[in-house]
């Protein structure tokens, strides 16, 4: 591992390294990590276009299948920008909190676009105009998780004004599956305001008890999808959790 970048802010630490190995496999890859070896973002150097996480993978196609003519997209947490970097023919715009990700994601993973906005993304969204987007996207992290007022029946209400009659949400989380409090609370929470919610976990091959990527996604219709395309992710039912409020 060779380290270019390092530095611990208000939100968590942050390094950007070289290696040339990334989950089992060979290669030269850039990295964007943050607090607790969380991997926020990687760049195949020799490959720079082909995305190598899986949950943006199946993140894109759950978009494709669902609505492949949709055309405006808004983010919460940017990383090194691979969602937005994919669609360059949508109008996407991205909230950051860190002004600092943003600008290393210029510098070491050349990240081009002029629609990063810094601040809370909630904030950002609340002042957008009602029924514009046709997805949102939550991928926002510190070292303690998903911000918990991203996670809430008042953002997920507010969240739902700002999308069209056929959008939806889609939310990246850590999770342990169908077994884990939060995760059931988090979807109980936006199946309050969402009439179809679909959850996913990717198969890590680890213990039970380990932190696994989900993704969680809401919308007023039926959602659909196709298992061989979802980069490994396979659907699971959470069960029955608490609503999450702003008050509690």
Request: overall charge negative; glycine content about 10%.
């Amino acid at each position: 591992m060779h380290i270019l970048y390092q530095q611990t802010g208000s939100n968590h630490q942050i390094t950007v390294y070289d290696t040339t190995e990334l989950e089992g496999e060979k290669g030269n890859f850039r990295v964007l990590q943050f607090s607790n070896q969380a991997a926020q973002g990687a760049m195949d150097l020799d490959a720079p276009q082909r995305i190598l996480f899986e949950y943006p993978r199946a993140m894109i196609h759950l978009m494709d299948f669902n609505n492949p003519s949709f055309q405006n997209l808004f983010i919460i947490g940017h990383g090194i920008g691979t969602i937005a970097g994919h669609y360059k023919d949508k109008q996407v715009k991205i909230a950051e909190l860190d002004d600092n990700v943003v600008e290393l994601s210029r510098r070491y993973f050349e990240y081009s676009q002029d629609n990063v906005i810094v601040g809370d993304g909630r904030r950002i969204l609340e002042g957008e105009a009602s029924h514009r987007y046709d997805y949102l996207i939550l991928d926002a992290f510190t070292g303690k998780g998903t911000p918990r007022h991203l996670t809430t029946r008042e953002f997920f209400s507010a969240a739902r004004a700002k999308l069209d009659s056929q959008g939806a949400i889609l939310m990246n989380v850590m999770g342990k599956g169908e077994n884990d409090r939060l995760m059931n609370a988090i979807h109980t929470t936006l199946s309050g305001e969402f009439a179809y919610t679909k959850s996913f976990c990717l198969l890590s091959g680890g213990a039970a008890h380990d932190l696994q990527n989900i993704i969680l996604m809401g919308s007023s219709r039926p959602i659909g999808f196709q298992l061989r395309q979802m980069a490994g992710f396979t659907e699971i039912e959470p069960g029955q959790g608490h609503i999450i409020m702003d008050s509690d």
